[in-house]
């Protein structure tokens, strides 16, 4: 895919994520023009944290999650 969309894999360190968000945004694309929708990883993990506190504030409890399943391809950009 790197060469298709024209990714110079020898001088680009980050070609493979590169690759990932174009196929992301292709993937997204392709929903749009067929009339679905689909939630990116920060908009989920802005709900997910929303949600958390909401639980925690309104109800006292805790939501058990595994965190490090939360994020996809933004990693540290995620706000979970």
Known sequence: MAK????????????KQ???IE???AVNSS?????YTIVDPNT?????CAH???ER????????AQWSWIGGLTGPTNPT
């Open 31 to 35: 929903f749009q023009k067929n009339g």
């Open 23 to 25: 196929l992301e945004v």
């Open 4 to 15: 298709a969309i024209g990714i110079d894999m020898a001088t680009n360190p980050f070609w």
């Open 57 to 64: 504030e309104q109800f006292g409890r805790e939501c058990p």
């Open 44 to 48: 989920a993990g802005n709900q997910f």
């Open 52 to 54: 958390v506190r909401r």
């Open 18 to 20: 590169l690759v990932a």
